[in-house]
C-alpha cells in the first residue's frame, strides 16, 4: 500500500515534533549581550557593543539543560530581576522564566537563534520595547 504525502500532513508532522536543527536544542549555555534597544519613557535607546564596554554593563544568562536559569546584570531595564534559583521553559518561540518560589510571576521573552546570536525580545501590554537584546554564546556548558 502507497502512502500520498500532503502539505497539511508534511506541515503536522513538523509542528509535532522536536526538530534536530530546531533552536530550543542549541539554548542551553551560556550567553552574553552585546547589543540592546529599550525604550524608556517613550525614547528608543540603542546601545551597541563598544558603548556597553564603555560603560561597563553586562547581563550574562546561562540557560542549564534541566531548565536552571543562572543570570547576573547591572543593566537599568526594569524588569530584570537578578538572583539565583530560577527557571527557564520553553513554548514555542517564547521563553519563560521566573523565580522558582514564585512560579506565577513569569517574564516572557520572544527568542530565535540566528547565525549564532541569541535574539531576545520583551515587551509591555502596550507594544513598547521594554528590551530587545542580542547575545553571543560564550560557553557551551553548564
Given at each position: 500500500?502507497?502512502?500520498?504525502?500532503?502539505?497539511?500532513?508534511?506541515?503536522?508532522?513538523?509542528?509535532?515534533?522536536?526538530?534536530?536543527?530546531?533552536?530550543?536544542?542549541h539554548l542551553p549555555g551560556?550567553?552574553?549581550?552585546?547589543?540592546?534597544?529599550?525604550?524608556?519613557?517613550?525614547?528608543?535607546?540603542?546601545?551597541?557593543?563598544?558603548?556597553?564596554?564603555?560603560?561597563?554593563?553586562?547581563?550574562?544568562?546561562?540557560?542549564?539543560?534541566?531548565?536552571q536559569l543562572e543570570q547576573?546584570?547591572?543593566?537599568?531595564?526594569?524588569?530584570?530581576?537578578?538572583?539565583?534559583?530560577?527557571?527557564?521553559?520553553?513554548?514555542?518561540?517564547?521563553?519563560?522564566?521566573?523565580?522558582?518560589?514564585?512560579?506565577?510571576?513569569?517574564?516572557?521573552?520572544?527568542?530565535?537563534?540566528?547565525?549564532?546570536?541569541?535574539?531576545?525580545?520583551?515587551?509591555?501590554?502596550?507594544?513598547?520595547?521594554?528590551?530587545?537584546?542580542?547575545?553571543?554564546?560564550?560557553?557551551?556548558?553548564?
Amino acid at each position: 500500500m502507497k502512502r500520498k504525502w500532503t502539505y497539511t500532513s508534511l506541515f503536522k508532522w513538523l509542528n509535532s515534533t522536536e526538530l534536530f536543527l530546531q533552536p530550543s536544542k542549541h539554548l542551553p549555555g551560556k550567553w552574553k549581550l552585546f547589543e540592546f534597544y529599550t525604550e524608556p519613557d517613550g525614547n528608543l535607546i540603542n546601545m551597541k557593543e563598544e558603548e556597553i564596554k564603555n560603560k561597563k554593563l553586562y547581563w550574562d544568562i546561562k540557560f542549564c539543560e534541566h531548565g536552571q536559569l543562572e543570570q547576573e546584570t547591572n543593566l537599568p531595564v526594569k524588569f530584570l530581576k537578578g538572583g539565583s534559583d530560577c527557571e527557564w521553559q520553553l513554548a514555542r518561540n517564547f521563553i519563560y522564566w521566573f523565580h522558582v518560589d514564585d512560579s506565577k510571576n513569569k517574564e516572557k521573552f520572544q527568542y530565535a537563534i540566528v547565525n549564532e546570536i541569541l535574539k531576545l525580545l520583551n515587551k509591555d501590554q502596550d507594544g513598547k520595547i521594554k528590551f530587545f537584546g542580542f547575545f553571543r554564546r560564550v560557553d557551551e556548558g553548564c
